[in-house]
């Protein structure tokens, strides 16, 4: 089984569904496909269980005969037994699929989710992320097709930039120049380009990159939310918990909760030096609503907090090299070790906070 997941928009279902369509012939007893709506109106999981069981051709009587108790282990049966390959598309929670699933046999499940599903063993994991700028490239060249976009080949280039390199923004941008035929790239460019019409730009049709976002952003609680909102203010490409622990004006170990949800919702990645990546777009994501729902004087506060956390740490780093001034003076609770964006710091290791996330995230019972 594989759980494919990453941030919306990154082309988790457009990926499961190709794979399924160039595997299928290895899988003669049938390829089915479950969308399980896990961030807009979830699909119950006994529901889920029915449509896989009728489509495996499971007569009425039968389903009747198991019930909503033995119909999970009906299906583990089936699929152990034959050679299928399903595809859970959009989970919500392991909840939802760990009854869907076979416990062995030759049957293959790839299950799409926002959320990495930590709590599901013995699986296969492939987190998705953005394009690497030349992919983004080829990607927007085969929707506009090669003649227009070598013509362009700058705005081409450009417009990969501005939409982050994330699938869904470079479709919603190539659709765009496709219907506006008349039109040059670099006129696109010029609108994305001012980051307060970005996101709006950033519309095809009925499919709005905003509209993904907003649908795990609704799903967060009150408090992550807002530590989403306030990242936004961070004045560089990454961040350590110390950082929302500054804006949040809360302890370490509070905001670095605060941020794995965000971790878990798809909405902030996590590195292995204990540093955090808010994506472009989800940065402009988060500073809209950041103006929407946070009063100016609180915005001015966070702001205030993080300028002179910064102007501390950067202090209490320097007189490190300065003995004369004598030692460092004791930290403030937001203060964590100072390290590289690129390396951890001498002699520590990714291992403990990975091995306290996983706690975390490790079902109870």
């Known amino acids: 089984m594989w759980v494919l997941?990453?941030?919306?928009?990154?082309?988790?279902?457009?990926?499961?569904?190709?794979?399924a369509a160039d595997l299928a012939e290895r899988f003669p007893d049938g390829c089915f496909v479950v969308d399980l709506h896990g961030v807009d109106g979830p699909v119950d999981t006994d529901e889920a269980l029915l449509k896989l069981l009728k489509a495996l051709g499971v007569s009425d009587r039968r389903l009747a005969e198991e019930g909503p108790q033995g119909r999970a282990g009906l299906l583990r049966a089936l699929l152990g037994d034959r050679r299928c390959l399903v595809v859970l598309d959009n989970a919500r929670d392991e909840g939802q699929v760990r009854a869907l699933l076979p416990a062995s046999g030759r049957s293959l499940v790839f299950v799409t989710s926002r959320r990495p599903l930590t709590g599901l063993e013995d699986v296969d994991r492939l987190p998705l992320t953005e394009m690497a700028q030349d992919e983004a490239v080829a990607l927007l060249h085969r929707i506009l097709g090669e003649e227009r976009a070598d013509a362009e080949a700058e705005a081409v280039a450009r417009?990969?930039?501005?939409?982050?390199?994330?699938?869904?923004?470079?479709?919603?941008?190539?659709?765009?120049?496709?219907?506006?035929?008349?039109?040059?790239?670099?006129?696109?460019?010029?609108r994305l380009t001012d980051e307060e019409r970005r996101l709006a730009a950033l519309a095809a049709g009925d499919v709005r990159v905003e509209a993904a976002f907003e649908l795990s952003y609704r799903q967060l609680s009150r408090q992550a939310a807002r530590m989403l909102r306030l990242l936004s203010l961070?004045?560089?490409?990454?961040?350590?918990?110390a950082y929302g622990a500054a804006l949040t004006a809360t302890g370490v170990f509070e905001a670095e909760e605060m941020m794995e949800e965000l971790v878990e919702a798809g909405l902030l990645q996590a590195t292995f030096t204990?540093?955090?990546?808010?994506?472009?777009?989800?940065?402009?994501?988060?500073?809209?609503?950041?103006?929407?729902?946070?009063?100016?004087?609180?915005?001015?506060?966070?702001?205030?907090?993080?300028?002179?956390?910064?102007?501390?740490?950067a202090t209490v780093a320097g007189r490190w090299y300065q003995p004369k001034y004598g030692a460092p003076r004791p930290p403030g609770r937001a203060w964590s070790r100072w390290r590289t964006p690129s390396r951890p710091a001498p002699g520590s290791s990714a291992k403990p906070l990975l091995a306290r996330r996983a706690?975390?995230?490790r079902p109870q019972g």
């Open 5 to 19: 997941s990453g941030p919306p928009g990154c082309g988790k279902t457009t990926l499961a569904l190709k794979a």
């Open 159 to 190: 417009v990969a930039e501005l939409c982050g390199r994330l699938p869904l923004a470079l479709r919603v941008a190539g659709n765009w120049l496709t219907v506006r035929s008349g039109w040059t790239v670099d006129h696109l460019v010029r």
């Open 234 to 241: 961070v004045p560089g490409p990454d961040m350590t918990a």
């Open 274 to 313: 204990d540093r955090y990546q808010l994506h472009d777009l989800l940065r402009l994501f988060a500073r809209s609503r950041l103006s929407g729902e946070e009063e100016p004087g609180e915005r001015e506060a966070a702001d205030d907090r993080l300028r002179a956390w910064l102007l501390e740490t």
């Open 359 to 361: 706690a975390r995230r």
